[in-house]
């Protein structure tokens, strides 16, 4: 009878030490990442950007480097970068999650880019939506590829 609940008590242990999935997949998801976006009107269209974040236990980004790709009036200067990245690996190791990335302008004040996607591997899609003043106001779908 010892034996037996020994041998439960050691199984209970080990089993509780074995859950790393979040933090394995976070780094994984951490790199640089490059964001082509479809879809949108006049100012508020074609939106393509590279990224290098990190991404925590708890899903928070840390973004270490940011840069549009493209002109456009709605976000000249000064922009501000934030985001949760909440991932795990499936069956197969690949590394799933969901995304939530914002671009806060700095120049000209007030506008916003939102992006909501789904990852899977090195790959997010999903939809944007830029909000602020109405030549900046339109929605669409992106893709990002990790590099």
């Known amino acids: ?9 050691i199984a209970l242990t080990l089993n509780g030490c074995s859950s790393t999935t979040t933090n394995t997949a976070a780094t994984t998801a951490s790199g640089s990442w490059q964001a082509q976006t479809s879809g949108g009107a006049a100012d508020a269209s074609g939106f393509s950007f590279i990224t290098n974040f990190t991404v925590d236990g708890s899903g928070h980004l840390g973004i270490t480097f940011f840069q549009f ?12 970068e934030s985001g949760t ?3 795990t690996t499936n069956s197969n190791n690949v590394v799933t999650g969901t995304l939530v990335f914002t671009v806060q ?4 004040a007030g506008n916003t880019l939102t992006l909501n996607g789904t990852e899977s591997g090195n790959t997010i899609t999903g939809t944007w939506q830029a909000a602020g003043s109405s030549d900046c106001t339109s929605a669409g779908t992106f893709t990002m590829t990790q590099s």
């Not at 009036?73 to 501000?80: D, E, I, K, M, N």
């Not at 302008?105 to 000209?108: F, K, Q, Y």
Request: hydrophobic letters at 45%; charged letters at 5%; glycine letters at 8%.
């Open 85 to 87: 990245l909440i991932v």
């Open 1 to 9: 009878m010892k034996e037996v609940a020994l041998l439960l008590l």
């Open 105 to 108: 302008s700095g120049t000209p």
């Open 69 to 80: 790709l493209n002109t456009s009036t709605c976000f000249v200067s000064g922009q501000s």
